[in-house]
Antibody
Framework: QVQLVESGGGVVQPGRSLRLSCAAS????????MYWVRQAPGKGLEWVAV????????YHAASVRGRFTISRDNSKNTLYLQMNSLRADDTALYYC???????????WGQGTLVTVSS | DIQMTQSPSSLSASVGDRVTITCRAS??????LNWYQQKPGKAPQLLIY???NLHSGVPARFSGSESGTDFTLTISSLQPEDFATYYC?????????FGQGTKLEIK
């Protein structure tokens, strides 16, 4: 069965960096676009970034562009989110999700919590 | 950016009720509209994709429809496990935006 397991979250000071990982199993990872979506405490969902199945195309939300970078390693079935220059408003639960043919997210991980605080 | 306006923001209903949640896009998004259900402390789950296609394993009491830039999620007969927050989501163009959510509560 499809499984997505995020890791790498934690408490970090403003301005510091963190790298999130999402380990995928149960499907052919290299065939799917992958996404990061975040949810601030008590708030709604916000798309963060997408990477194409082969890693050649990447798009980031304006709120993270220039600070966050999505990437993937298809040999390791793993999705990444490198987060630099973290700010308090980046505090959120970060989910990875598998992309369907028309851009829907058909499977989600359980999320990893990032807290940016001094 | 495409704005997704979801209504109502909250809704109280009883088991067995028919419930409708709407989402309006700020521009044409064709049928690139998806619906998710999120229960407290859990990841969202896909219900409907492409405006009206039921995701695998989702009960048939859930349905979706579209009319221009207006989209509707209908639950035909509420069950206890349906009380949750629902989000619409456009996957037509980046940035892929969500509605603000509808919290469905027990009356």
């Amino acid at each position: 069965q499809v499984q997505l397991v995020e890791s790498g979250g934690g408490v970090v000071q403003p301005g510091r960096s963190l790298r999130l990982s999402c380990a995928a199993s149960g499907f052919t990872f290299s065939s799917y676009a992958m996404y990061w979506v975040r949810q601030a405490p008590g708030k709604g969902l916000e798309w963060v970034a997408v990477v194409s199945n082969d890693g050649s195309n990447k798009y980031h939300a304006a709120s993270v562009r220039g600070r966050f970078t999505i990437s993937r390693d298809n040999s390791k079935n793993t999705l990444y989110l490198q987060m630099n220059s973290l700010r308090a408003d980046d505090t959120a639960l970060y989910y990875c999700a598998r992309g369907g043919s028309s851009g829907y997210y058909d499977f989600w991980g359980q999320g990893t919590l990032v807290t940016v605080s001094s | 950016d495409i704005q997704m306006t979801q209504s109502p923001s909250s809704l109280s209903a009883s088991v067995g009720d028919r419930v409708t949640i709407t989402c309006r896009a700020s521009q044409i998004i064709s049928s690139y509209l998806n619906w998710y259900q999120q229960k407290p402390g859990k990841a969202p789950q896909l219900l409907i994709y492409g405006a009206s296609n039921l995701h695998s394993g989702v009960p048939a009491r859930f349905s979706g429809s579209e009319s221009g830039t207006d989209f509707t999620l209908t639950i035909s007969s509420l069950q206890p496990e349906d009380f949750a927050t629902y989000y619409c989501h456009q996957s037509y163009s980046t940035p892929y935006t969500f509605g603000q959510g509808t919290k469905l509560e027990i009356k």
